[in-house]
């Protein structure tokens, strides 16, 4: 794995990145978190282990993030992770990994450009109309995990995510809060692994 500033639609930005063989995961953090968060859980060491070729993006929304400038519009950001992914993979499908904010951006760039499937934890803002009118035309794999003692995102609002996505699915974290991949880590190594082989086969 390799650390780089790569420069995207205008910041420069950290990203951790592992090349391998197969379809791109791209992480991209919450709010209140960087790449690191990845490191921290050691999903990027079991992806290196197997060879999953992958990038950890710190973001221009994040308030910790190793980005310049920082902004929080939605379009922008989603600019960076597009050119980002096409810098590293060129023209490889990805797998999205968005907690949080970074969930939302990842719901707005798929309805823009082609994913291989999303893995969402508690993203916010995820029934915006503009949202909602694209999903009933996914047909890719997505996995929503939220946690029960959440209390920034609803279950409510994502039970009503999982029904309105084609192929969606929620699964809850029972105990867990609103970073729910770091209270069970390994359970979301599983979630990952899951939606990753799903994926493929798309």
């Given at each position: 794995m390799n650390e780089k500033t790569l420069k995207a639609a205008g910041y420069q930005c950290k990203a951790l990145i592992s090349q391998g063989t197969g379809v791109p995961v791209v992480f991209l953090h919450g709010f209140s978190y960087t790449s690191d968060i990845w490191q921290r859980i050691s999903v990027t060491q079991l992806l290196e282990e197997k060879k999953v070729p992958f990038m950890a993006l710190d973001m221009p929304y994040g308030s910790k993030s190793d980005c310049t400038p920082k902004t929080h519009d939605p379009e922008a950001n989603v600019a960076v992770a597009k050119e980002a992914i096409e810098s590293v993979f060129n023209s490889e499908v990805p797998v999205l990994v968005g907690a949080s904010l970074g969930g939302n951006i990842a719901l707005r760039y798929a309805e823009r450009f082609p994913v291989r499937g999303l893995l969402l934890t508690a993203p916010a803002c995820?029934?915006?109309?503009?949202?909602?009118?694209?999903?009933?035309?996914?047909?890719f794999p997505v996995r929503v995990i939220w946690g029960s003692e959440d209390n920034i995102i609803s279950g409510e609002e994502m039970r009503t995510l999982a029904q309105k996505l084609p192929n969606g699915k929620l699964v809850t974290y029972e105990?867990?809060?609103?970073?729910?991949?770091?209270?069970?880590?390994?359970?979301?190594?599983?979630?990952?692994?899951?939606?990753?082989?799903?994926?493929?086969?798309?």
């Open positions: 995820a029934l915006e109309q503009s949202l909602l009118q694209a999903y009933s035309n996914w047909s105990g867990a809060d609103h970073s729910a991949y770091k209270n069970d880590p390994d359970r979301f190594k599983r979630d990952l692994f899951e939606l990753y082989v799903a994926a493929e086969q798309m």
